[in-house]
C-alpha cells in the first residue's frame, strides 16, 4: 500500500510549484532552510574573506540563518547557484562593494535591490532604518522594502558593520 498523508517532500514540492520562477525557487521566509545567504565574491582576497567572515558571525549571533558562500568561482556561477537555491536574501561582499564602502543586500524574488551607504551615524531606531532602506535620504535603495524582521536586522547589521570596519581600518 502507499501513504497518501502531507510528507515533507510533498510540501516542499507544493512550495516550490507556487514560488518559482524561471531561475528556481524562492522560499518564502517562513519555510525558507536558511534566511540569508552570504555571497563572498573574491573569497580568496583577504579583506573579502575578513569582511565576510564577520558579517557570518554578527548574523549568526543575532540568531538569523545563513548560508556562507565562499567558493572561488565566479560571481555569476555565485549568483546562479543562489537562484538555485532560492533563499530570500542575499548579502554580498565583494571588493568593488567593500571599496564603495557597502555590503548589497538583494532579495531572490528581485523586488528589492538595496546598497546601504556608510552612514555618519548609526540608525536610531529600526524605523530610521527601514526609512533609510526605502530611499528617504540614502540615494543607494531601491524596490520595495518588506516590513519582514530578518530584513530589518540585516539591514541593520549591515549598515552597523561598515561603519564598524570603516571606523576599524
Given at each position: 500500500?502507499?501513504?497518501?498523508?502531507?510528507?515533507?517532500?510533498?510540501?516542499?514540492?507544493?512550495i516550490?510549484?507556487?514560488?518559482?520562477?524561471?531561475?528556481?525557487?524562492?522560499?518564502?521566509?517562513?519555510?525558507?532552510?536558511?534566511?540569508?545567504?552570504?555571497?563572498?565574491?573574491?573569497?580568496?582576497d583577504?579583506e573579502?574573506?575578513?569582511?565576510?567572515?564577520?558579517?557570518?558571525?554578527?548574523?549568526?549571533?543575532?540568531?538569523?540563518?545563513?548560508?556562507?558562500?565562499?567558493?572561488?568561482?565566479?560571481?555569476?556561477?555565485?549568483?546562479?547557484?543562489?537562484?538555485?537555491?532560492?533563499?530570500?536574501?542575499?548579502?554580498?561582499?565583494?571588493?568593488?562593494?567593500?571599496?564603495?564602502?557597502?555590503?548589497?543586500?538583494?532579495?531572490?524574488?528581485?523586488?528589492?535591490?538595496?546598497?546601504?551607504?556608510?552612514?555618519?551615524q548609526?540608525?536610531?531606531?529600526?524605523?530610521?532604518?527601514?526609512?533609510?532602506?526605502?530611499?528617504?535620504?540614502?540615494?543607494?535603495?531601491?524596490?520595495?522594502?518588506?516590513?519582514?524582521?530578518?530584513?530589518?536586522?540585516?539591514l541593520?547589521?549591515?549598515?552597523?558593520?561598515?561603519?564598524?570596519?570603516?571606523?576599524?581600518?
Amino acid at each position: 500500500m502507499g501513504c497518501y498523508g502531507i510528507g515533507v517532500g510533498r510540501l516542499a514540492a507544493s512550495i516550490c510549484e507556487a514560488h518559482h520562477d524561471d531561475y528556481g525557487p524562492i522560499w518564502p521566509l517562513a519555510v525558507a532552510p536558511w534566511q540569508v545567504h552570504l555571497c563572498a565574491v573574491r573569497a580568496d582576497d583577504a579583506e573579502v574573506q575578513a569582511y565576510a567572515d564577520k558579517l557570518y558571525e554578527k548574523l549568526q549571533d543575532k540568531g538569523v540563518e545563513v548560508i556562507y558562500d565562499d567558493r572561488k568561482v565566479s560571481a555569476g556561477v555565485m549568483f546562479s547557484d543562489a537562484d538555485l537555491i532560492g533563499v530570500p536574501y542575499r548579502a554580498i561582499v565583494s571588493p568593488r562593494n567593500i571599496k564603495q564602502n557597502i555590503i548589497e543586500i538583494v532579495s531572490r524574488d528581485k523586488s528589492l535591490s538595496i546598497k546601504p551607504h556608510r552612514m555618519q551615524q548609526r540608525p536610531h531606531s529600526q524605523n530610521d532604518a527601514l526609512r533609510l532602506s526605502r530611499g528617504e535620504g540614502n540615494r543607494g535603495c531601491s524596490g520595495n522594502v518588506p516590513g519582514m524582521v530578518v530584513f530589518r536586522l540585516l539591514l541593520n547589521l549591515c549598515q552597523e558593520f561598515v561603519i564598524i570596519s570603516i571606523s576599524e581600518a
